[in-house]
């Protein structure tokens, strides 16, 4: 535009154009440089299409940054732009849903938890993948990812990588007091108590152990995997109504309350997330942990833990006559039913969850693939040899209950959990039948 009027301008000083001529001129240019954006302009010659990704805060940001990396070198074509939510799944879900019911524009790809997908296809938020998901490419990955995307008979997500719940210890101390991994929950507690008293008595506090007991998703993940364990549920398989109130249930919850928050973990553990918890543990500062597969690189990475090669994993414990749960956990790739730019959110998804990108995530970020083919890879296996006898857990781990309305559910079983573990004088049985209660009122409303 500074051209041009100056070159209008020496025309009217040349006197080419009369003074009302050239206002009229002048005036024309201003318009049209309102309408057209200069942003527009710049797309235009740069030939690009703008791909909104957003997705929640990592634990390893720097295998993130490199696949981004990666992707931006290969496809010229597409601007990445990142949006980088809390690393709450609670909170992440929030920001999310919020962009999907106002249909914005700034969402083309997300990543979802495995508990999402039914809620954002029957919303009409996340397309369905069938036709770039074919059952052919399906058969590449584990059954329960590929059903936890399912919803009436479509696919919504693409998984990208598994999660479920392990016991992570300390080998050396319980190599140094005698132990074997416990099998039982009585037996940690006892093993903690043990091993946190001697070590106290050579001037050493470690707690005996830490977990993930705020008021948010990863509370409802722990908790769901005590009951089970004791042969309880969340929702009662037969009946399809709550089970929280039944015996089994009520007893786990009142175990953790009774004997692990504030007793064999600090009674700070009910603010601590993922991280909070971990870093507690690789501080030295804890004997057991549960948490996800991802912790292992973290727990073994001398730059980051105190307790690198010091450090062993085992399935959860359960209690007498139960068996071992872990929770079904892990995030998958969605796309926006708004999106105008769907061709490069298809590649987008394509790459991120293609076999060398869950290869890089595995290796560099200790996540559990979802391809079958990677349980094999030497590569893999030689970094994470646990991968190897960690693979049942991931196969059988169970899902939180599939429902639209989990979100709801969810929230009452964060608000029970946390009033019935957090306050010693509790009447869990009172709280438990009114957050059954509650949750009957919700699943009703699917019928």
């Given amino acids: 535009m500074n051209k041009l009027s100056k070159s209008v301008r020496r025309c009217f000083i040349n006197q080419c154009v009369s003074p009302r001529v050239f206002q009229g001129i002048f005036m024309f240019i201003l318009v ?10 710049k ?29 931006r070198s290969e496809h010229p074509d597409i601007e990445l ?3 980088t939510g809390p690393h709450s799944s609670t909170a992440f879900h929030d920001l999310l849903t919020q962009k999907l019911k106002n249909r914005s524009e700034d969402v083309d790809v997300f990543l979802m938890d495995v508990i999402w997908p039914p809620e954002f296809a029957a919303a009409g938020w996340a397309a369905p993948l069938d036709d770039m998901f074919p059952p052919s490419e399906r058969r590449e990955f584990l059954d329960g990812a590929v059903l936890a995307n399912s919803y009436n008979g ?13 016991l992570y210890y300390r080998r050396d101390l319980l190599e140094k007091y005698g132990f074997s991994p416990p099998r039982t929950w009585q037996e940690m507690v006892a093993q903690a108590k043990k091993i946190s008293s001697a070590e106290a008595g050579r001037g050493v506090e470690i707690y005996g152990f830490s977990g993930q007991f705020k008021q948010y998703e990863g509370l409802v993940c722990d908790m769901m995997e005590y009951i089970l364990s004791n042969g309880g549920n969340i929702i009662n398989p037969e009946t399809g109504k709550s089970a929280v109130a039944e015996r089994p249930a009520v007893e786990a919850v009142r175990f953790v309350r009774d004997n692990i928050i504030g007793k064999i973990a600090p009674a700070g553990v009910l603010t601590y997330q993922e991280p909070e918890s971990l870093d507690l543990f690789i501080q030295g500062k804890a004997v057991f942990l549960r948490n996800w597969p991802y912790a292992w690189e ?23 006559g139960g068996r ?10 969605g796309i926006s039913s708004y999106s105008k730019n769907r061709e490069a959110a298809r590649t987008f998804v394509k790459f991120l969850t293609s076999e060398r990108i869950q290869k890089l995530l595995a290796l560099k970020a200790g996540r559990a693939p979802t391809r079958k083919k990677l349980y094999g890879d030497a590569e893999i296996l030689r970094a994470y040899p646990h991968f190897s006898g960690m693979k049942d857990v991931f196969l059988t781990a169970y899902p939180r209950p599939r429902t639209p309305l989990y979100p709801a559910v969810s929230n ?32 009703s409303l699917a019928k």
């Fill in 32 to 41: 049209l440089s309102a309408v057209v954006p200069a942003g527009c302009t």
């Fill in 43 to 71: 797309k235009a010659e740069e030939g690009k299409t703008t791909l909104h990704f957003v997705t929640w805060k990592p634990n390893i940001p720097e295998a993130w940054e490199e696949i981004y990396s990666i992707f």
């Fill in 81 to 83: 732009v990142r949006e």
């Fill in 154 to 166: 479509r696919i919504y997500g693409v998984p990208l990588f598994i999660d479920s719940g392990i």
């Fill in 298 to 320: 973290v727990s073994n990475n001398p730059r980051r833990s105190t307790i690198a090669g010091k450090v062993g994993i085992a399935r959860l414990p359960h209690f007498p």
């Fill in 324 to 333: 071992s749960y872990s929770t079904l956990g892990g995030w998958q790739v």
């Fill in 412 to 443: 009452i079983l964060q608000r029970y959990f946390s009033r019935a573990i957090s306050d010693p004088s509790s009447d869990i049985e009172k709280e438990a039948r009114a957050a059954s209660e509650e949750i009957d009122r919700v699943l």
